[in-house]
């Protein structure tokens, strides 16, 4: 009777490590799919937000590439009123100028 309880002791354990082992498998198992998962949702949000980056990107390089036809123009404006501007002074000054030039060129020191 000793050999049959211990023989049934020993299938109990043996039954017990084989649910136990069940157990950590399913477990493990489940661990891996939800890794899986979640490194899947991580690369998602990753293309997502590289995305919405470059959408942003892209809009910032158009507006820039569009405001640079009005720099342009702008540019254009106060390089043609800054020529004109020293025209009407050279114009203004000229006389004066020629007259000075004109002074210290006859006049003869000794």
């Known amino acids: 009777m000793a050999a049959s309880t211990s023989q049934n002791g020993i299938q109990l354990l043996l039954a017990a490590e084989q649910e136990a082992q069940h ?3 399913t477990a493990r ?3 891996q799919t939800r890794l899986k998962q979640a490194k899947e949702e991580a690369e998602k ?16 390089v158009a ?3 569009g405001d640079s036809g ?8 106060e ?7 020293l025209k ?4 203004r000054i000229s006389p004066d100028v020629v007259s000075m030039l004109l002074r210290h060129v006859t006049t003869v020191k000794n």
């Open 63 to 65: 507006e820039s590439s």
């Open 70 to 77: 009005a720099n342009v123009k702008r540019l254009e404006q």
């Open 88 to 91: 009407t002074e050279a114009s």
């Open 23 to 25: 157990i950590v498998n």
């Open 29 to 31: 198992t489940a661990k």
């Open 79 to 85: 390089t043609d009123a800054k020529i004109e501007n």
């Open 45 to 60: 949000e990753i293309a997502d937000f590289r995305a919405q980056m470059e959408a942003d990107f892209q809009r910032k």
